[in-house]
Nanobody, 115 residues
Framework: QVQLVESGGGLVQPGGSLRLSCAASGSMFSINDMSWYRQAPGKERELVARISSGSTTTYADSVKDRFTISRDNVKNTVWLQMNSLKPEDTAVYFC?????????WGQGTQVTVSS
């Protein structure tokens, strides 16, 4: 079992920055990929960024060059640095940890981009 706790969401003006954190605990030895997803009202959950155990990263086209995902395998933490935020980035952001026998989700953290 893997447990995930997100933090760092909030209200920010367009063009601003936020840093999300996801602290993981439990059977982390079985985890390969750590990801951030988001879900806006009335929309499906979508992948924002993924980082493998070897630190290979993947980004949605809509966030490339603005968001950066990173992880610390010792601290069992993954971060999402979000810069140049836009109103369309407003959503609940979820942390995900996936491995051969695990697919864990955090409770989500709200990010609102508005003036």
């Amino acid at each position: 079992q893997v447990q995930l706790v997100e933090s760092g969401g909030g209200l920010v003006q367009p063009g601003g920055s936020l840093r999300l954190s996801c602290a993981a605990s439990g059977s982390m030895f079985s985890i390969n990929d750590m990801s951030w997803y988001r879900q806006a009202p009335g929309k499906e959950r979508e992948l924002v960024a993924r980082i493998s155990s070897g630190s290979t990263t993947t980004y949605a086209d809509s966030v490339k060059d603005r968001f950066t995902i990173s992880r610390d395998n010792v601290k069992n933490t993954v971060w999402l640095q979000m810069n140049s935020l836009k109103p369309e980035d407003t959503a609940v952001y979820f942390c995900n940890a996936k491995g051969p026998v695990n697919n864990a989700w955090g409770q989500g953290t709200q990010v609102t981009v508005s003036s």
